[in-house]
């Protein structure tokens, strides 16, 4: 079905993502497939695996020479981009949520820090979404508009990952050292882009040495190096999925055996793990529950897609040399996806107050930003004049 949905999309320009979501909704315990799911830490677990993969399969697709020049930019966006999302929004939704406290729509007000919780769930651009809307919709970017989108979505995860598991300790009454947090952060950023370094460079050479006749093992190789790369950064304390982008970025950088056809097959593989990942979270959930959040939900979403990315994006380029429609463009891709349904399981995991409302209301954001970002995303490059000419 999400095949077929996929073919559908591009003759009607409904973004596939959607369609995904809308495939696992259907055959779910409240549609036509009566399949019932709520296990949230098996679908946390799906779609890291998921994850990983669409990552590794970005990276071969970002080229280094493409990357380099704007990795200041990127970087800041990933950091500095994601923390200012989250007080923004975080603080909008802490004041929006209490004032809709009184129309049922599942809080009786909630604190600061719990707005900042659900600003920081939401903080960071889906890679998923954006590798797959930027490849489906075959339009080519001025400058390099493409790799910055591409960099920030890639790697914007880690802050994100932390800033969500820092304010659930703080709502769960532990005892949290902001020092230590800083200390942690900057471990997963270092040890993950060198454990993704070394491994790329690694994935290529083995590559070239592996000289087997039955060229399908190249590809199946690869597989159990990505998970390598995810396990050997995680033990070492570092960000597992910054790694295995930056693995990609470094291997699609080189020459190796087989690599067009172990591109493919990532690519495919990448796909797989986008149906996969997208069908069960539309399982997870159960639409009428969404009719409680989706007034509230909608504000949100319309306030994050109007003014909290830009006003993040504006500060965090503010000394680069991108002018307003650039900015406007960069802004207008900051579309949410997978991830933030993934880290609005955590609240639940833990047990939080009212954890499955967030989580709700996180699902209808991203439903809001995928159609809406989704639909419009060649029209507005169109409109804001940032399409490369043929």
Not at 19 to 26: A, D, E, P, S, V
Not at 234 to 246: I, P, Q, R, S
Request: glycine share 10%; charged share 10%.
């Amino acid at each position: 079905m999400s095949v077929y949905a996929s073919k559908l999309s591009s003759k009607i320009g409904i973004p596939a993502l959607l369609l995904f979501l809308f495939t696992g909704m259907i055959a779910g315990s409240e549609g036509i497939g009566g399949i019932y799911f709520d296990n949230h830490q098996a679908a946390k677990v799906i779609g890291d695996i998921a994850l990983i993969f669409i990552l590794f399969s970005g990276g071969l697709d970002t080229q280094w020479k493409r990357v380099r020049p704007i990795l200041l930019q990127g970087t800041i966006l990933a950091t500095v981009g994601v923390a200012l999302t989250m007080l923004t929004l975080g603080t909008f939704a802490w004041f929006i949520l209490r004032s809709f406290s009184n129309f049922q729509v599942g809080f009786e007000g909630i604190s600061w820090l719990e707005g900042l919780l659900l600003g920081a769930i939401v903080s960071s651009t889906d890679a998923a979404a954006v590798f797959s809307m930027l490849k489906s919709s075959n339009i080519k970017l001025k400058g390099n508009l493409q790799p910055l989108l591409e960099l920030e979505s890639g790697s914007n995860d880690p802050m994100a990952v932390l800033l969500t598991t820092t304010l659930v300790k703080l709502l769960s009454a532990s005892t949290v050292s902001i020092a230590d947090l800083l200390l942690n952060l900057l471990l997963q950023i270092i040890v993950g882009i060198l454990v993704g370094y070394g491994m790329g460079i690694i994935i290529s050479l083995d590559s070239n040495r592996l000289q087997v006749d039955l060229k399908g093992l190249y590809s199946v190789a690869t597989i159990a190096k990505v998970l390598l790369t995810y396990g050997i950064a995680t033990l070492c304390l570092g960000n597992g999925f910054l790694a295995v982008y930056v693995a990609g970025v470094v291997a699609g950088s080189r020459n190796f055996s087989e690599k067009e056809r172990i591109v493919d097959f990532h690519d495919g593989l990448s796909w797989l793990m986008q149906i996969t990942m997208f069908s069960i979270l539309g399982l997870l959930v159960f639409p009428s529950q969404l009719l409680s959040v989706a007034g509230v939900a909608t504000v949100i979403a319309v306030f994050l897609i109007v003014i909290a990315r830009p006003l993040s994006v504006s500060i965090s380029l503010a000394l680069f040399s991108y002018d307003f429609r650039e900015k406007g463009f960069i802004s207008w891709v900051g579309l949410r996806g997978s991830v933030p349904i993934i880290l609005s399981i955590i609240p639940i995991s833990v047990g939080l107050e009212d954890a499955t409302t967030i989580f709700n209301l996180v699902f209808f954001i991203v439903l809001i930003s995928v159609a809406i970002q989704g639909f419009t995303l060649v029209p507005m490059a169109q409109w804001l004049g940032v399409v490369k000419a043929e």
